[in-house]
């Protein structure tokens, strides 16, 4: 481990911040208490310099040789975690990539033909790469220009032979301008305890390994690198993005006590957190959460979910009393999606009317569950739903979002709705600004209407998630809220199960994924026989989600497929019910 060669060098201890607090992006979730390790990179901007042409050669034997320097560290580091994971093998791989690219190397090799220095030729080339990518929309494609930045100074610190001894870093915070991804891979293997950066985005490949390697990080913190001195004490807290510097006894004790707290819960659930949530005989599951707040999303990946089936818009206007315009919304579902990013969040339409938000309805209704609300509301406040579209589609620039539209009943409100989405895209496009312009669209199986008629609904759209609270009010009759008729309401009745098999045949026979995230996904009876029924993801309260996949991983896919069959032939939900609780 110790003397590898990095990017990085000792910052001396001439500092400011002597207390307070700082606050960045939280990148990945956890907390950390210790001595700062400042890492700085140092001022290597390349003076253009020409040489004497008969200096040529030597200069592309420098070259050469500093590609070859860094295609043995970075491929010593590559070859150590290619048997722990191919996502992480993929992202040091791009680097490798970049260090080998032929294109670059010849240019860089035909400006020193033309005369430039060595340092000069890679300076001027990477960067002229660089710019191709440092303003994309993509935020991967302005990834690559980091990237690209990274590998520049790699390789001009190399021919400077200047050189970072890793294991500086053991059980300390890491707070630097900026990392590679070579070095987070460096930095777990000597523990270090939290990473604070001044840049990168949460899809960076720094922010994606931080959370991959379960080290707590905050990226975006202005300054940070110098406003931090090495050895001061730093609480970090990677589930808010919060940073206290030089902290009062009674924080640190706090601290400690959160941090042990959340040891403690991790050992109880032990494995289960990284498992995947697939049968014995390996089915996979996606195991998504429902969330109505930020905080859901963060407890749902700490538990290992895989992203979110079900944000409920409504939600934040219940919390804010009132509607929140767009760039209310934009900060909620881009915090939201960034907390779970790379996994994807299924971000739902308003559902506004019936028991939920009903401010702004224009009349009393005698049966609101059967009125003004869910995609009839949107689709007569157009404004409204516009903005929501247009914050959603902002959001989605990391390609991590879905859409979803409520209360479906037939074809032409799904039209109607796809239309106001390509309106909004043309508008943003239009103002140049960037979404995800394949940002899947799909629809809640809700009503009895959508599932008898999923076969029509499933060529319109990318998507079905099955709401069977509403489903099962609608198709009984039964007001989900009335505990007078709480024994009616049976998402178990056969007539319910029908129409959950309905709909997810006509979603297999058109290729497209369902889900269940209605409170069915959640009990302990349902599992085995949504999963025999051919429901591939369930998307649950964060809470259950350990419990969800301990339940998952017992369950036998083949014979889930025979209980399902049986199941379905039965003619009242006590029978069903007796058979899959003996399961
Ligand atoms: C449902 O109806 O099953 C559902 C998930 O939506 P909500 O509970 O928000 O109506
Ligand atoms: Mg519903």
Same mark, same amino acid.
């Given at each position: 481990?110790d ?5 990085v ?96 190397y ?8 033309e ?61 630097a301008q ?107 599951i996606a195991?998504?959460a ?30 804010l ?26 971000? &739902?339409?308003?559902? *506004? =009317?019936? $028991? #939920? ?7 009393? /209704?005698?049966?609101? %569950?059967?009125?003004?609300?869910g ?33 479906i ?19 943003? &496009?239009?103002?140049? *600004? =960037?979404? $995800? #312009? ?7 199986? /809700?009503?009895?209407? %959508? ?62 994924? *369902? =889900? ?19 429901v ?48």
């Amino acid at each position: 481990m110790d003397g590898r060669t990095g990017e990085v060098s000792l910052k001396s201890n001439t500092n400011k911040l002597e207390q307070g607090n700082l606050k960045g992006i939280p990148a990945s979730a956890g907390i950390a208490i210790g001595q700062a390790l400042v890492i700085e990179p140092e001022n290597i901007i390349s003076p253009v310099m020409m040489i004497d042409k008969s200096y040529t050669n030597e200069e592309i034997e420098k070259l050469k040789s500093a590609i070859a320097n860094l295609n043995e560290e970075f491929s010593e580091v590559f070859d150590r975690v290619q048997q722990e994971s191919s996502n992480i093998s993929a992202i040091l791989e791009t680097n490798l990539l970049i260090i080998n690219d032929p294109i670059l190397y010849k240019s860089i090799e035909d400006k020193i033909t033309e005369g430039y220095t060595v340092e000069s030729a890679i300076s001027m080339e990477f960067d002229r790469q660089k710019n191709f990518f440092k303003y994309s929309k993509d935020e991967i494609l302005r990834e690559r220009a980091v990237e690209l930045e990274h590998i520049k100074k790699r390789m001009l610190q190399n021919l400077r032979q200047h050189c970072f001894i890793y294991e500086n870093a053991r059980n300390k915070i890491v707070v630097a301008q900026s990392l590679t991804p070579t070095d987070l891979v460096n930095f777990r293997d000597v523990n270090v305890l939290a990473i604070i950066t001044e840049v990168g985005g949460i899809a960076s490949h720094v922010s994606i390994l931080s959370r991959t390697f379960d080290i707590p990080a905050v990226i975006g913190v202005k300054d940070v690198a110098q406003l931090i001195k090495n050895d001061q004490t730093i609480i970090v807290d990677g589930f808010s993005g919060n940073l206290i510097c030089n902290p009062k006894k009674s924080a640190i004790a706090d601290f400690i006590k959160k941090r042990d707290e959340l040891a403690r819960h991790k050992e109880l659930l032990g494995k289960l957190v990284k498992l995947p949530a697939e049968t014995s005989d390996n089915k996979m599951i996606a195991l998504r959460a429902n969330v109505d707040r930020v905080a859901d999303m963060q407890n749902a990946v700490m538990a290992g979910a895989d992203g979110s089936g079900l944000v409920r818009t409504e939600s934040l206007i219940l919390a804010l009393n009132h509607i929140p315009d767009e760039d209310e919304q934009l900060k909620w579902y881009k915090e939201i999606a960034d907390i779970a990013y790379p996994a994807v969040v299924t971000i &739902r339409a308003f559902d *506004i =009317g019936s $028991d #939920k938000y009903t401010e702004g309805i224009p009349h009393h /209704e005698d049966n609101p %569950a059967l009125g003004f609300r869910g995609i009839r509301y949107l689709l007569s406040r157009t404004n409204l739903f516009k903005t929501q579209i247009k914050a959603v589609l902002k959001a989605s620039v990391n390609k991590n979002l879905k859409f979803m539209l409520p209360m479906i009943t037939n074809q032409k409100e799904v039209i109607s709705a796809k239309s106001i989405i390509e309106e909004c895209k043309a508008e943003l &496009r239009n103002e140049g *600004i =960037g979404f $995800d #312009k394949n940002i899947p669209i799909g629809i809640m199986i /809700e009503t009895p209407g %959508a599932a008898l008629t999923a076969h029509q609904l499933a060529p319109l759209v990318d998507f079905f998630s099955i709401g069977t609270n509403d489903l099962t009010q609608y198709t009984l009759a039964s007001d989900r809220t009335n505990e007078l008729v709480s024994d009616v309401y049976d998402a178990f009745h056969p007539a319910v199960l029908r129409l959950v098999k309905f709909a997810v045949d006509a979603a297999n026979a058109n290729n497209i994924p *369902i =889900g269940l995230c209605g409170e069915l996904a959640s009990h302990s009876a349902a599992t085995v026989l949504l999963i025999g029924m051919g429901v591939s993801e369930l998307s649950v309260a964060p809470s259950v989600i350990l419990e969800m996949k301990d339940r998952i991983r017992k369950i036998n896919y083949q014979d889930s497929l025979k209980i399902a069959e049986s199941v379905l032939e039965m003619n009242n939900s006590s029978d069903i019910l007796s058979v899959l609780e003996n399961d």
